[in-house]
């Protein structure tokens, strides 16, 4: 029993502090807020069910991002009208972990999805979201972990099950397509000089 408590109490303080980041990836892969919560949910439930398979010193964020892709995969491509060319991999074992030192953060963990997290939203006007949000999956995927969530590229090839050049390749057409679908929002907002 004791043992079971200092394991939960383990889990709590190194796991739960990425919950916001979770929940924030959750929606923008999923584009529905109950989903998403209902992805996190399980995603927490998998991590500490397999927590003893952690291997401590490595990156909990990127293993936690790992499960939550994973979990994605398996029940939502299935029930979303998605093509199964956005994923080029199978997924692969939760034993596969990350060898990346994660950074302390002070950091204090949420307590629930809706009463602690920093949803996207707050950080981002509607335009810039429904960019982010109409970009193809493989690029929004990558986008997001390295510019939001501002994973090294190797952390995100781990991720994803894919070579770090295709997560740079990625990276760059999506950035491109971000910037495309973007000029006019940074025109209208004074980002860009509008040509006379």
């Known amino acids: 029993m004791r043992e079971e408590n200092n394991r939960r109490k383990e889990f709590e303080e190194i796991a739960m502090r990425h919950i916001d980041s979770l929940y924030n990836m959750a929606l923008r892969l999923i584009l529905n807020k109950e989903e998403a919560e209902d992805l996190v949910q399980e995603t927490y439930l998998k991590a500490y069910r397999f927590f003893n398979t952690f291997e401590k010193g490595t990156n909990i964020k990127a293993w936690l991002f790992k499960i ?21 991999e199978d997924t692969e074992s939760l034993n596969n972990h990350i060898t990346y030192d994660e950074e302390k953060r002070s950091e204090e963990p949420s307590d629930t999805l809706e009463s602690k997290y920093t949803d996207l939203s ?15 999956l493989e690029y929004r995927e990558a986008v997001l972990l ?14 994803t099950n894919v070579p770090i050049g295709t997560i ?3 990276l760059n057409r999506g950035r491109k397509l ?5 000029r006019e929002y940074a025109k209208d907002r004074g980002f860009i000089k509008r040509k006379k």
């Open 178 to 182: 971000l910037q495309k679908s973007l």
């Open 146 to 159: 390295s510019d939001v969530e501002e994973l090294p590229y190797k952390d995100i090839a781990e991720i």
């Open 68 to 88: 939550l892709r994973n979990t994605f995969i398996n029940k939502y491509r299935k029930t979303m009208s998605m093509p199964n060319e956005f994923f080029y």
């Open 122 to 136: 707050n950080l981002m006007e509607d335009d810039v979201k429904h960019a982010i949000d109409s970009l193809p």
């Open 168 to 170: 740079k390749s990625r």
